[in-house]
């Protein structure tokens, strides 16, 4: 059984995504489920538009419904009662990549706030930044990459959980799409150095 609400949730972001022109990386959306432990998980991506392929500036998404977060939804659809409330486990990462040089942290770390707004009763906090080099072959140029990664947990109200009752979801989702970005659009402006897009186009 694939609960509504996970999907609403889901639809409710891909929206917020649109409504700031931000381009969906192509073949990078997944939704998966661990057929042992039953948890559902949804990935995708999403980037500036016009920065080529791939983009310099990415933000990767990674939702997790877990199994005891099911449990307690369809308790409460057929019980209508609440001993825990669902949540769905969030993950984020921010990266810059193809940077030409070993960037600096001290470019974007200023600009990363150790939390996010807050989305419903929660925040996500970041995790930390990781600094990534690539080396394909002795000839071609390393290439680097800066992650900021932003974890957190969100809690479905009640009112959430009606199918097509209020604009809950909405409301949450869209500031948390808004949130990310507004912080792409930022990292967009670090001064560094990049890779031409053509150059790891397939990779």
């Known amino acids: 059984m694939l609960d509504h609400v996970f999907t609403d949730v889901i639809s409710a972001l891909r929206e917020a995504f649109e409504r700031a022109f931000l381009e969906r990386q192509a073949f990078e959306e ?3 489920v661990d057929i042992q432990l039953g948890d559902v998980s949804w990935e995708t991506s999403y ?17 997790d419904w877990p199994s005891w977060s099911q449990t307690a939804y369809r308790k409460w659809y057929i019980e209508e009662t ?6 769905i486990e969030m993950e984020i990462v921010l990266r810059i990549q ?24 929660g925040r996500l906090e970041r995790a930390g930044l990781t600094i990534e080099s690539t080396f394909l072959d002795d000839e071609s140029p390393a ?21 097509g009752v209020g604009t809950l979801l909405d409301d ?22 990049f890779l031409p897009a053509d150059i ?3 990779e």
């Open 47 to 63: 980037g500036l538009p016009g920065e080529g392929q791939p983009p310099r500036i990415v933000a990767h998404i990674t939702f």
């Open 82 to 87: 609440i001993e825990e409330l669902p949540a």
């Open 200 to 202: 790891t186009e397939e």
């Open 172 to 193: 949450h989702f869209g500031a948390l799409g808004g949130w990310i970005a507004a912080m792409l659009v930022m990292l967009g402006d670090v001064k560094y150095t």
């Open 98 to 121: 193809r940077i030409q040089d070993t960037p600096e942290l001290s470019a974007v770390r200023s600009l990363l706030p150790i939390t996010s707004p807050l989305i419903g009763n």
């Open 143 to 163: 290439e680097h990459a800066v992650e900021a990664t932003y974890e957190g947990l969100y809690e479905l109200a009640e009112e959430s959980l009606s199918d």
């Open 30 to 32: 997944h939704f998966q």
